[in-house]
């Protein structure tokens, strides 16, 4: 059994709907430990898109990584995300964050994610859930300073709450 922290964003359709299938959808192979609250964001990286609803939880799997990354990306493709401009608009994008005690770099996975220190959007939502998880020896405080310049960037806590299935 492993430790894991998945990533959710949406910015098209019915945003929180679709975060809350996705944590619906991928319940049962991963147990849900506790999902943080939602938030408005600016779009990082394509700036011509809509605003995005981000979250993120923490949950156990008995999947090793690559099987999970295959249940996450097929999950986006049953939720009806298509492909696209990388990093712009989407029904749902579900990111594999890290797995406690899981380092790797493969063509498919890297491990933790090579962009979480410099995502303000994903870094606060965890700090909802696994406030004392560290990234390569570095506190979630310590990564949230280094993206003080992205302050703006997280709008608004949003007035919503995610179910985990059998918490209710």
Not at 131 to 136: I, K
Not at 152 to 162: C, G, K, M, P, R
């Amino acid at each position: 059994m492993s430790e894991v922290l998945i990533a959710f964003g949406s910015n098209l359709g019915d945003r929180l709907g679709q975060i809350q299938r996705a944590i619906d959808a991928l319940s049962g192979p991963v147990r849900w430990r506790m999902v943080s609250r939602v938030y408005g964001t600016s779009p990082m990286y394509v700036a011509d898109q809509p605003t995005f609803l981000n979250a993120a939880a923490h949950g156990d799997t008995d999947l090793d990584p690559i099987a999970l990354l295959a249940l996450l990306k097929q999950t986006e493709r049953d939720l009806g995300r298509k492909p696209g401009l990388r990093f712009g608009p989407r029904e749902i994008d579900l990111d594999l964050i890290d797995m406690r005690g899981v380092t790797m770099e493969t063509e498919q996975l890297v491990l933790p994610h090579p962009r979480v220190a410099e995502r303000r959007f994903v870094l606060i939502p965890i700090l909802d859930v696994a406030p004392d998880w560290q990234f390569a020896g570095f506190c979630i405080p310590d990564l949230l300073k280094q993206t003080e310049d992205q302050a703006e960037s997280v709008l608004e806590v949003i007035d919503a709450v995610l179910h985990l299935p059998g918490h209710e």
